[in-house]
């Protein structure tokens, strides 16, 4: 099993050379690189820790997600947005190769 925690703040950087309040990942942008081998178990324990008023989801970008569809993280279309202060734990199995987005 492949396990995460993913703290989604926002914090300043200048992805472009122009400092700007991002959103990020345990205070990455992009996030952290996630490497597992097909047939892996993935977890990733998503915290909101952006703002109040703020829902969050995390889209897996092409990676299938068989039994698993409800997390594929299009909120409010194939599952609920996670509000501030609220965790969700994304679990699914790695079906494919690849590397993606």
């Given at each position: 099993?492949?396990?995460?925690?993913?703290?989604v703040?926002?914090?300043?950087?200048?992805?472009n050379g122009?400092?700007?309040?991002?959103?990020?990942?345990?205070?990455?942008?992009?996030?952290?690189?996630?490497?597992?081998?097909?047939?892996?178990?993935?977890?990733?324990?998503v915290?909101n820790?952006?703002?109040?008023?703020?829902?969050?989801?995390?889209?897996?970008?092409g990676?299938?997600?068989?039994?698993?569809?409800f997390?594929?993280?299009?909120?409010?279309?194939?599952?609920?947005?996670?509000?501030?202060?609220?965790?969700?734990v994304?679990?699914f199995?790695?079906?494919?190769t690849?590397t993606?987005?």
């Open positions: 099993m492949i396990e995460f925690e993913f703290n703040t926002w914090f300043s950087r200048a992805p122009i400092p700007k309040r991002i959103l990020g990942v345990n205070g990455q942008f992009p996030g952290p690189t996630i490497r597992g081998t097909k047939g892996d178990l993935l977890r990733v324990r915290n820790q952006a703002e109040p008023g703020l829902n969050l989801s995390i889209h897996w970008h990676i299938h997600q068989e039994h698993a569809t997390q594929d993280g299009v909120g409010t279309v194939s599952q609920c947005p996670l509000g501030f202060g609220h965790t969700q994304y679990e199995q790695l079906l494919q690849g993606h987005w």
